[in-house]
């Protein structure tokens, strides 16, 4: 037997992300958040990352595709294939 009852709890609700590089939020027409998320954290030998030190960005659609045109190999080429042999050193 199952003995239930009703309860009203709060939530927190993402309502927007705003772009860490343009500042403009990342919401679609139809209300979608459309970002690309980076994140990661320097380790001991990072030269660029403080040590330890962990971080995440929001990046809007517009900004990640002019970014990724800087890209040796551009992960939005739709006639590009990715190559698995550089998978390798990982």
């Not at 990661?40 to 002019?66: I, L, N, Q, W």
Request: net charge negative.
């Amino acid at each position: 037997m199952e003995i239930t009852h009703t309860e009203t709890r709060e939530v927190q609700v993402l309502d927007d992300i705003l772009c860490d590089k343009c500042g403009l939020s990342v919401k679609g027409d139809i209300g979608n958040l459309n970002c690309a998320t980076i994140q990661g954290t320097g380790a001991y030998d990072s030269t660029h990352f403080p040590d330890m030190h962990s971080f995440r960005a929001h990046v809007c659609e517009k900004c990640c595709a002019e970014w990724f045109k800087t890209f040796k190999r551009n992960p939005l080429d739709m006639n590009d294939e990715p190559s698995h042999q550089d998978d390798e050193q990982w």
